[in-house]
């Protein structure tokens, strides 16, 4: 790739979040304007501070992070994944407290300006509940059009979905905000969705794990005691696994080099009424000739490549 990925990327940080969060500060071709936080893995507050910490990991304490929403539109916030992302939602791995503080400004407002100082350039890459986005193209509609484009961490169109007390066939993110998710797809903007179809089949292997604590540096081996908490939920989830799915960074990595999946074109929309599926994706697959589209679906990915560059970040070479 050539040109530089200019990216917002939106966090609920969460041990994936903050694998994203060291795949896109890493990644020579992506340039990271902003990090904007909200619920999901855990608190917006608590996904804040973790963001911060993260950033002083790996020392990019200057790209500024900025709160968003703590819950989602119709809603209120519920904490149900401390058992997947630990109590402190990096694994119950204490950080030093974060010396940096988030802006003044609110994610939306943020995502807004950058976005109209910048028309065509930004890529939005929401890795969490996406009501932030949702909130920010209500208030400007405008921006729909002048992003360049949303690649979001969300959606399934065949794979099974995740665990928990919901709907099967849903992702935990659309899960969080099927409504937020309904409005970005409508929008009318360029979205690519990078869901669990393609997430659940890069995996983070304990091998590889081990692999980069012997030769990642401090912050890549940080990294991987943050993930071990992770992976012993995998463990209970998805027995016989041996590792943990590479979510987050797969949509940052997407977002910056879309041939690393199989695109499909699909007019998607969010179940939000039904009483077994609110928050699946429904993809009507027979409109997938132009114009009846709203969205590209990864449903393929290149996993060998995403495997081999996502370890050549983490060891740092
Ligand atoms: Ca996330």
Do not use: W
């Amino acid at each position: 790739m050539t040109e530089t990925c200019r990216m917002i990327l939106d966090v609920d940080t969460g041990v994936d979040d903050a694998m994203a969060i060291f795949y896109a500060v890493r990644r020579p071709g992506i340039q990271l304007e902003a990090l904007t936080t909200t619920f999901g893995n855990t608190d917006t507050v608590i996904a804040t501070e973790n963001t911060l910490k993260i950033l002083e990991l790996l020392g990019r304490p200057e790209i500024p992070v900025a709160q968003g929403v703590g819950r989602s539109l119709i809603r209120p916030y519920k904490r149900m994944a401390d058992h997947i992302h630990g109590s402190n939602a990096l694994g119950d791995v204490e950080l030093p407290a974060p010396k940096i503080k988030a802006t003044d400004e609110h994610a939306i407002d943020l995502m807004i300006r950058v976005i109209k100082e910048n028309p065509g350039e930004i890529t939005l890459c929401p890795v969490g509940p996406i009501t932030n986005v949702a909130l920010a193209i209500t208030k400007a509609p405008e921006i729909a059009k002048l992003v360049k484009e949303i690649v979001v961490m969300g959606s399934t169109i065949l794979h099974p979905g995740i665990h928990g007390p919901i709907a099967p066939m849903v992702d935990a993110n659309f899960a969080n905000d099927p409504e937020a998710a309904h409005i970005v797809l409508q929008a009318g903007a360029n979205v690519t969705l990078v869901g669990m179809d393609v997430t659940m089949t890069t995996l983070l292997s304990t091998d590889m794990m081990d692999e980069i604590s012997r030769e990642g540096d401090h912050a890549a081996q940080t990294l991987m005691k943050i993930t071990s908490f992770y992976v012993d939920a995998y463990k209970t989830m998805y027995p016989g696994i041996q590792g943990c799915g590479l979510h987050d960074p797969l949509a940052v990595a997407v977002a910056e080099d879309p041939s690393l999946v199989g695109l499909e074109r699909m007019y998607v929309d969010i179940e939000l009424n039904g009483e077994l599926t609110r928050g699946s994706t429904v993809a009507d697959r027979r409109r997938t000739a132009i114009p009846f589209h709203n969205a590209n679906v990864a449903m393929t990915v290149d996993r060998p490549r995403f495997e081999a560059e996502f370890m050549a970040l983490m060891k740092g070479h």
